[in-house]
Nanobody
């Protein structure tokens, strides 16, 4: 069983940047792909960014051009570089495989506010 540990969140002003990290212990990252998800208060968890075999990447429209997903397979770590952050990006961010096959980690809180 893979254990996921997210970190890097915090409070940032609109327009700011953060870099999230997700470490996967155990078997390591999924060869089928990894994703970053987020859950805002009162909303369902949504898939924000994915990275697949060969480095294929895709993003939801609202973060395209602002977020970048990457992996370091040697470190079993997935990253999410977030820039030009907006208040609507406020959420708890999680990583998991694509499709989801592991238990969720604790997530990391991102708050975008003045």
């Amino acid at each position: 069983q893979v254990q996921l540990v997210e970190s890097g969140g915090g409070l940032v002003q609109p327009g700011g940047s953060l870099r999230l990290s997700c470490g996967a212990s155990g078997r390591g990252l999924s060869a089928d792909g990894m994703g970053w998800y987020r859950q805002a208060p009162g909303k369902q968890r949504e898939l924000v960014a994915i990275i697949g075999p060969g480095g294929f990447r895709n993003y939801i429209d609202s973060v395209k051009g602002r977020f970048t997903i990457s992996v370091d397979n040697a470190k079993n770590t997935v990253y999410l570089q977030m820039s030009s952050l907006k208040p609507e990006d406020t959420a708890v961010y999680y990583c998991n495989s694509i499709p989801v096959q592991w238990s969720w980690g604790q997530g990391t809180q991102v708050t975008v506010s003045l």
